[in-house]
């Protein structure tokens, strides 16, 4: 059975050293391009600067951060946008396909090929041991690289428009996971990654 077939069901990934599961789409009762202009048009993004190595960067990407806490990466505070009343029910309808809840959500924005996010875990310590982190795609098809922290090992998966890829487990210990720029033309994508800071 081709996995894009079953939308609104978990496929498991074998994976080694933690937990990774794919839905083809996540039920929400509008139409996937209709979410994307909306976020798109309702969010205040930013181009934050992140220290890397020393160093100050802008991400190749925009942002927002929404939820009921706080959080911190790379030398960046982020301070918590209130939900809005989609992204609300984005998350009922994300906490009800994974069987958790999430207190705060990331959203990047990939306005084309050119935009990427560098190779990173989740593995902040406000996120406690073992997060499951809940990452949900619209427009674009993005290539999602993991690579393993010791051996190297690396996995690769399209998000498509509509999935929600759930990582769990051990696995930001264990991997490493990012988006890479492409040579080819890319339309605009959004990514929301849902999470529970603690």
């Known amino acids: 059975m081709d996995l894009f077939d079953s939308p609104g069901t978990f496929t498991s990934i074998p ?18 391009e209709d979410i994307l202009a909306r976020l798109i048009a309702e969010t205040p993004w930013r181009q934050e600067s992140i220290v890397l190595f020393g160093k100050s960067h802008l991400q190749p990407r925009l942002t927002a951060w929404y939820g009921d806490a706080s959080y911190s990466y790379s030398g960046l505070r982020l301070d ?9 029910e984005i998350r009922a ?7 958790l809840h999430f207190n705060s959500v990331l959203l990047n924005y990939y306005r084309d090929e050119r935009d990427s996010m560098g190779m990173h875990s989740d ?3 406000e996120l406690g041991p ?8 619209y427009g674009a098809t993005r290539g999602f690289v993991l690579r393993h922290k010791r051996n190297k090992r690396t996995v690769k998966l399209d998000l498509h428009d509509g ?10 210990s264990n991997w490493l996971h990012g988006i890479n720029k492409s040579t080819r033309a890319i339309g605009e994508r959004l990514n929301l990654t849902f999470r529970y800071v603690v």
């Open 15 to 32: 994976i080694e050293d933690g937990a990774l599961a794919l839905m083809a789409r996540l039920p929400l009762p509008y139409a996937n």
């Open 80 to 88: 918590p946008l209130p939900w809005t009343p989609l992204l609300a």
């Open 93 to 99: 309808a994300v906490e009800t396909a994974c069987g």
């Open 123 to 125: 593995d902040e310590p």
């Open 130 to 137: 073992d997060p499951a982190i809940a990452s949900l795609s």
């Open 163 to 172: 999935s929600l890829l759930l990582m769990s487990g051990s696995l930001q």
